[in-house]
């Protein structure tokens, strides 16, 4: 069986960092394809940042690029996400899921397993 935990959310300042981490069982990172999505309170859930698992493409939704970063370590088979320069409009509960696709990975359907996620709330 298939589980996602993320863990790394806070509280903190605008301006400050965090690293979120994804740690799974049942599956090795190194063969899926990997995303970052989050969801704010009364919002839909929406895509951060994607990496797919043949070819390392990495993708990153608008509003984070130049302030995230995804990163793996397949030897330790977790996946990071780097957090910096945070905002308060960032706060949201932060979800890790794997996917088997190549393609579409900026798709909540396209994902095939996901974690409970973890909370980050920037203050003002």
């Known amino acids: 069986q298939v589980h996602l935990v993320e863990s790394g959310g806070g509280l903190v300042q605008a301006g400050d960092s965090l690293r979120l981490s994804c740690a799974p069982s049942g599956l090795t990172f190194s063969s899926y394809s990997v995303g970052w999505f989050r969801q704010a309170p009364g919002k839909e859930r929406e895509f951060v940042v994607t990496n797919s698992w043949i070819g390392s493409r990495t993708y990153y939704t608008d509003s984070v690029k130049g302030r995230f970063t995804i990163s793996r370590d397949n030897a330790k088979n977790m996946v990071y996400l780097q957090m910096n320069s945070l905002k308060s409009e960032d706060t949201a509960i932060y979800y890790c899921?794997?996917?088997?696709?190549?393609?579409?990975?900026?798709?909540?359907?396209?994902?095939?397993?996901w974690g409970q996620g973890t909370q980050v709330t920037v203050s003002p």
């Open positions: 899921a794997v996917a088997k696709r190549l393609y579409g990975l900026d798709l909540r359907t396209t994902y095939d397993y």
